[in-house]
């Protein structure tokens, strides 16, 4: 499920939720919430604390949901890091991703739709491979590679390479029919 926080283009959503479906092989559910980000925003940093909105997430999953990730636009932190694009929790149910830091506007560029959308399919997709109990990989093109910078989104792919896919525990149910 993702659940939106913040105002997103309905087709940006859409988009997203297919391509989530599309590499995990599992359908998705979009659901808009609204929520009062105040208490979660830290002013001497002005960032939003990525681990409480993450416990807000693992508060809010609904029962029969696989896996949730909330969808932001705010800026998130964690104490540790100067600035996240999203997290999950390894081998959990819950993940968080913030387009706030993959619009090209934030390093004074042109708006772009296009981009923007492949930034955030791959960063949600890279959050879910960590719920799936995926860490991340060497393989230069695949979407469980770390990002430190934006940059390196972009020159990743949004699927996950065989390496990973084969490692995901379990019976690998997202994966049955690929």
């Known amino acids: 499920m993702l659940i939106s926080f913040g105002y997103f283009e309905n087709g940006l959503l859409v988009h997203l939720a297919k391509a989530v479906e599309h590499e995990f092989n599992h359908p ?31 508060a809010l999953v609904l029962p029969g949901s696989i896996k949730t990730i909330g969808l ?22 819950t993940g968080i991703a913030s387009v706030y830091r993959l619009n090209n506007e934030l390093y004074g560029m042109p708006a772009d739709n296009n981009i923007l959308m492949d930034r955030i399919k791959k960063e949600v997709i890279h959050e879910l491979g960590h719920t799936f109990g995926l ?12 990002s430190t910078y934006v940059e390196d989104i972009d020159l990743k792919d949004w699927h996950l390479c065989q390496a990973c896919r084969d ?10 029919n690929k």
């Open 28 to 58: 998705v559910k979009i659901k808009v919430a609204h929520l009062d980000l105040s208490e979660y925003f830290d002013p001497g940093r002005r960032q939003y604390n990525g681990n409480k909105l993450l416990a807000l997430i693992e």
């Open 72 to 93: 932001f636009s705010v800026d998130l932190y964690i104490p540790i890091l100067t600035f996240i694009f999203g997290q999950a929790v390894l081998g959990g149910e």
């Open 167 to 176: 490692s995901i525990p379990g019976d690998g149910v997202p994966f049955k």
């Open 135 to 146: 860490i991340h990989c060497h393989n230069q093109t695949c979407v469980m590679r770390s």
